[in-house]
């Protein structure tokens, strides 16, 4: 018998089927008596938590009868003297076991939701629950400490910044998800978890924060190295690991310089798992960085990942921030050779479709080591080794069957053997072979021998291994099966599984799990399921309707993503999503840190799903999921997934001939593409939308983005007839924030235009108006321009005090972006202020923080007022070839005003 109390409380019986155990006092007695399982329950016990002190005179009736039905329903209960113990496998003391043995992410799967939900009871049944989570959040905390040092923070971050936000007094957990979040390259929202967390510490405890949050938000404002951090993204390895002896000490043998692995053999024949497996092995051979990505190469409905967006995934997992990926292929193959240079890595490219993807993605470290994967002889992938693989020697197979389904009788060998021959010794096809004898344990392996012939006769290999795995499926189990192969992401979560499948959250979990137990489903990661490609390839070969479904799988995507973008983005002006099914369960977003946890888990999902719903005939659906996952790609300056978005969302817009969703993609593409410092590519999206814009919501903030492309590329005159324009139809409108921001937009174009007297009456009416309206990230922007405008008036004081408040307060928000630049404009100050020595160290921790990267505006202001810092303290060399690099920088990207500069001095 099992019994489950993390979560609702459930029973099993031994087939596995659902116990019948009534309504919810009943489960209260059920649940109390789980929690010692084993032990004697007082009768009083469970009398004080179902009732009050008013407690009904004929309770100890009551509860008899209670322990009578959980008895009838098929539960083991017996009484003595002391009370009522129940003889069962329980969820919570597995998890107990399970934690004390390290077994942290193990244990923590154990957790279906909220412990005893679906009860009744009382303070003290309350008690005991809050008791559970606390357990529950130690193993967290335990589990994530652990990861972090194993440099698998893109693996916690979620999990971390979820749990954090629902228990933000908790210090040692919200220090964790700050150092998940830096680590991850999201500086602005580590610093807006402590702020949040140290507020409500000072209101509610009175308290300052603890010593080890305090660190941990040091370490962000000090900016350590991201990308110095061990990084480990492999999946999950499997347990019953079995075979490929030979293989795997090639694999692992001691050697030096760079190796490379070329594995190949048919689909279904163990490279990704051995590869995983000997990349686990050489983890402590390799401890900087464990490295796995999935190239798609032979993924059905995925074209292959391009190489430039693989190494984005790569880069990404060594700590470097989206804004400091560049945008070219070279150039990022570039910094990941760099950045691994001295690192011992081990790196599993997945899946490749053939060497020209992979070549790009190999690094040039002395000490690396990579092990591709492909169904097809990568014979022309320089330097790498062979390694083909043939289905298991018949010992072996043997073996693993026997691992996944349990010793067999003696007499039954024989048709063990027949069996893996039958599933071709494939890996793939023998586990699940054997999960389904795992399942039927009244069989013998010629039972599963004789039906695996019968579909044999009619379906080849593997089809028949899958079919056979099917069908035992009780019918809900087999709907599942088939609808969940219409998601077209990496992974999906409980949540998508129940909403897609159109089946309450509970079940669906219950049921993914039981699909992951016959082999149909993997977990790479917690909490994440995901198909083998040949199963998923075989699910859709399967008569079903897929197009409900489908509807349901984009609106429930779309509804989170809404309710999300409002939390990152408050009072944003939006429209109600074309929605038809609305899930009736959601995960729990309640806040900014939640709502970017969320868009963190399901980033690459939602960049697939907006092309997903343009291909399968839902342009609606595209156009409004890529506006809100937009929210999140600014803020996360995910340029590439920006472009890819919006240009799918502008052509289904024209389908649809909506010119209000087409003008939103549009203006979205111009200010991606001003982001990406491709001013001239913006400036053609936004002149296209002017007129498009005319009349509708986003008018204003259409004509302002235009202004700021005419400002880069030295259009004064231009600019400012857009700022005006822009200022000018926010007023009419009453758009108080963005006339805020057209108005300090024209007092930066009357400053470039050498007018700093009218630049900073314009700066400082814009500064009342941010602050009137609260939006203090403008506040801090504005504060920083007037500190300028005020220092080209040699008024140095009030512009060094103006500079430092706005830098303060951008690093305050967790702004990196207005960090930077107020760094930038710090230093210009203190050099026009005549103090060059306190200048330079702002300057060269800009230069620090850009470098590399594809920001490279604000990179070419930073070597160019470094080169002045030099130039005044007497480094002529210095000074000419920081100048030199502004000019090249800014030469490559048209940014007049910094060209001019850099030419001046040089």
């Not at 580590?190 to 949050?213: H, K, N, S, V, Y």
């Not at 590519?681 to 235009?706: I, K, S």
């Not at 602050?771 to 321009?785: D, K, M, P, V």
Request: charged share 25%; hydrophobic share 45%; net charge negative.
């Amino acid at each position: 018998m099992r019994v489950g109390v993390l979560g609702s409380v459930e029973a099993w019986g031994e087939d596995g089927a659902r116990l019948p155990i009534g309504p919810p006092q009943q489960r209260c007695v059920l649940g109390v008596l789980a929690l010692e399982a084993g032990e004697a329950v007082p009768l009083d016990r469970l009398i004080d938590c179902l009732w009050d002190d008013d407690a009904r005179r004929d309770a100890r009736g009551l509860v008899h009868g209670y322990v009578y039905r959980l008895r009838k329903a098929g539960l083991t209960i017996t009484r003595s003297g002391a009370g009522y113990t129940l003889e069962a496998d329980v969820d919570l003391h597995r998890f107990r076991g399970l934690a004390r043995e390290g077994a942290h992410a193990e244990a923590l799967g154990l957790w279906r939701g909220e412990p005893l939900a679906g009860v009744t009871g009382t303070d003290l049944l309350a008690r005991f629950r809050t008791a559970l989570v606390e357990e529950m959040l130690a193993v967290v905390e335990a589990w994530a400490e652990h990861e972090l040092e194993r440099g698998r923070h893109r693996e916690v971050v979620g999990e971390l910044a979820a749990r954090a936000a629902e228990h933000p007094l908790r210090e040692k957990l919200v220090a964790l998800a700050v150092r998940a979040l830096h680590l991850c390259g999201q500086q602005a929202e580590a610093l807006r978890r402590f702020d949040r967390t140290r507020g409500l510490l000072a209101d509610e405890l009175g308290l300052d924060p603890g010593e080890e949050l305090r660190t941990a938000h040091e370490q962000v404002l000090r900016g350590v190295p991201v990308s110095e951090a061990r990084a480990s993204t492999l999946p999950f390895d499997v347990p019953d690991f079995t075979g490929r002896a030979a293989d795997l000490e090639a694999l692992t043998r001691p050697s030096t310089g760079t190796r490379v692995w070329a594995i190949d053999g048919m689909g279904g024949v163990g490279k990704s798992t051995l590869a995983v497996h000997a990349a686990h092995r050489l983890a402590e051979r390799y401890p900087d960085a464990q490295l796995y990505v999935d190239l798609h190469g032979f993924t059905p409905g995925r074209a292959p990942l391009d190489p430039a967006a693989a190494l984005a995934t790569l880069l990404s997992s060594l700590g470097v921030p989206a804004d400091r990926v560049p945008v070219d292929v070279d150039q990022r193959t570039s910094l990941w050779r760099t950045t691994l240079a001295d690192r011992k890595a081990v790196v599993v490219l997945d899946n490749a479709a053939d060497a020209e993807q992979v070549a790009p993605l190999i690094p040039g470290a002395p000490d690396c080591l990579v092990l591709v994967t492909s169904r097809r002889r990568l014979v022309d992938l320089d330097g790498a080794t062979p390694l083909s693989l043939d289905v298991l020697p018949v010992p072996e197979a043997v073996e693993l069957f026997t691992a996944v389904a349990g010793e067999r009788p003696a007499g039954d060998r024989a048709a063990v053997l027949e069996v893996v021959e039958l599933c071709g010794r494939l890996p793939l096809a023998i586990r699940m072979a054997a999960a389904r004898l795992r399942h039927r344990p009244q069989w013998l392996a010629a039972d599963l021998l004789d039906v695996l012939r019968t579909k044999q006769s009619r379906l080849s290999g593997l089809t028949a291994v899958f079919t056979v795995s099917y069908e035992h499926l009780e019918p809900l189990r087999r709907r599942v099966f088939r609808t969940l192969a219409v998601h077209p992401g990496e992974h999906f979560d409980a949540f998508a599984a129940a909403a897609v499948t159109d089946v309450p959250l509970p079940r669906a979990r219950d049921l993914v799990e039981d699909l992951l137990d016959d082999h149909l489903l993997e977990q790479k990661s917690r909490g994440r399921y995901e198909f083998h490609d040949l199963v998923r390839q075989y699910a859709l070969t399967l008569p079903e309707d897929d197009e409900v479904p489908r509807r349901r799988m984009l609106d429930y995507y779309l509804v989170v993503a809404d309710r999300a973008a409002d939390l990152l983005q408050p009072g944003r002006r939006k429209a109600e999503p074309p929605v038809a099914h609305v899930p009736a369960a959601l995960p729990p977003l309640a806040d900014n840190d939640s709502a970017m946890a969320w868009y963190t888990a399901e980033h690459r999902n939602l960049v697939v799903l907006v092309e997903h719903a343009a291909a399968h005939g839902l342009p609606s659906h595209a156009c409004a999921l890529s506006r809100d996952v937009g929210h999140y790609l600014v803020i996360t300056h995910h340029v590439d997934d920006l472009l890819r978005t919006q240009e799918v969302a502008a052509g289904c817009a024209r389908e649809l001939g909506d010119p209000r969703l087409e003008s939103l993609s549009l203006h979205q593409l111009a200010l991606t593409n001003y982001m990406a410092c491709r001013y001239r590519v913006g400036l053609e999206y936004a002149t296209r939308n002017v007129e498009l814009a005319r009349g509708l919501p986003n008018e204003a903030h259409t004509v302002a983005v235009a202004g700021l492309l005419h400002h880069r590329l030295g259009a004064y005159s231009a600019a400012l007839d857009c700022h005006r324009a822009a200022l000018e139809i926010a007023q009419r409108d009453q758009d108080y924030r963005v006339s805020a921001i057209c108005t300090a937009n024209i007092g930066r174009t009357r400053l470039a235009l050498g007018d700093a007297d009218e630049a900073r009456e314009l700066l400082e009416k814009a500064l009342v108006r941010s602050r009137e309206i609260g939006e203090r990230n403008e506040e801090a922007s504005n504060l920083t321009t007037l500190g300028t405008a005020l220092s080209r008036l040699g008024r140095h004081d009030e512009a060094l005090a103006a500079l430092r408040a706005g830098l303060a307060l951008a690093e305050e928000l967790g702004n990196v972006h207005y960090a930077v630049r107020g760094g930038i404009e710090l230093a210009d100050g203190l050099l026009a202020a005549g103090l060059p020595a306190e200048a330079e160290p702002h300057a060269r921790r800009a230069i620090d923080a850009l470098s590399g990267g594809r920001v490279l505006d604000h990179l070419a202001e930073a070597h160019n007022v470094l080169g002045a810092v030099l130039a005044a303290s007497g480094d002529a060399e210095g000074a000419r070839r920081h100048h030199g690099t502004a000019l090249r920088l800014a030469s490559q990207i048209e940014y007049r005003r910094e060209v001019e500069r850099a030419v001046a001095a040089s």
